[in-house]
Nanobody
Framework: QVQLVESGGGSVQAGGSLRLSCAAS????????MAWFRQAPGKEREGFST????????YVADSVKGRFTISRDNAENSVYLQMNSLKPEDTAMYYC?????????????????WGQGTQVTVSS
């Protein structure tokens, strides 16, 4: 089993930045892919970024490309999400997820382990 805990969410004005963290514990050696998802009220959960924990390869969706950056620190069993130039439409609950399969795209059905989420609110 793997446990994930997100942190770093909060409220920020448009154009600002936030850095989210996801700390993994438990059977972390089984993790091959970690991903970030977000879900706004009334909308489907959107996967927008993945990272391969072995080789560091990343994927970032067009919706956040150029503004969000995913990274990892394997020694700390953590992944991070640096969010810059935040927009009101980025407002959502942000979730970290992990899988023993090295998925290269973030489809929610493929991820076994989930954090509880951290709220990001961007005001204009």
């Amino acid at each position: 089993q793997v446990q994930l805990v997100e942190s770093g969410g909060g409220s920020v004005q448009a154009g600002g930045s936030l850095r989210l963290s996801c700390a993994a514990s438990g059977d972390t050696v089984s993790i091959r892919s970690m991903a970030w998802f977000r879900q706004a009220p009334g909308k489907e959960r959107e996967g927008f970024s993945t990272i391969n924990t072995a080789d560091g390869n990343t994927y970032v969706a067009d919706s956040v490309k150029g503004r969000f950056t995913i990274s990892r620190d394997n020694a700390e069993n953590s992944v991070y999400l640096q969010m810059n130039s935040l927009k009101p439409e980025d407002t959502a609950m942000y979730y970290c997820a992990a899988s023993p399969i090295p998925w290269t795209r973030p489809a929610a059905r493929n991820y076994r382990y989930w954090g509880q989420g951290t709220q990001v609110t961007v005001s204009s």
